[in-house]
């Protein structure tokens, strides 16, 4: 990725104040010019729970419980809602030794 303008384009002088300069296209793209193909750099991996989730198999329905939505919207809205940080960082903790552990070694 690029910062700036690109070479074959150098950047407008800061102090063009005529009336040509204020009304030409300022990008490659408003001046019509053909995007640049880019290569793939990245490559994504999905945890094990996160392909389960997409292809349906960690038993989760499209149905949720009402009542519990419910119950718990009535405890966030009195302040009651009690936020178990130590099982949210557990849960956390292990899905990045997932993540990590699944990662292909570039040796």
Same mark, same amino acid.
């Given at each position: 990725m690029k910062?700036?303008?690109?070479?074959?384009?150098?950047?407008a002088p800061a102090a063009a104040t005529t009336?040509?300069? @204020?009304?030409?296209?300022r990008t490659a793209?408003?001046?019509g010019a053909a995007p640049q193909a880019t290569e793939a750099s990245? @490559?994504?991996?999905?945890?094990?729970?996160?392909?389960?989730?997409?292809s349906g198999d960690a038993g989760v329905s499209g149905d949720f419980d009402s009542e519990k939505v419910e119950r718990i919207s009535i405890a966030i809205e009195k302040?009651?809602?009690k936020i178990n940080a130590e099982a949210i960082a557990d849960k956390l903790i292990a899905n990045a030794a997932e993540v990590l552990n699944?990662?292909?070694?570039?040796?």
């Open positions: 910062i700036g303008n690109p070479a074959e384009k150098p950047a009336p040509a300069a @204020q009304s030409a296209p793209a408003e001046a990245a @490559q994504v991996a999905l945890s094990s729970a996160a392909t389960k989730l997409l302040g009651e809602y699944s990662t292909p070694s570039k040796t």
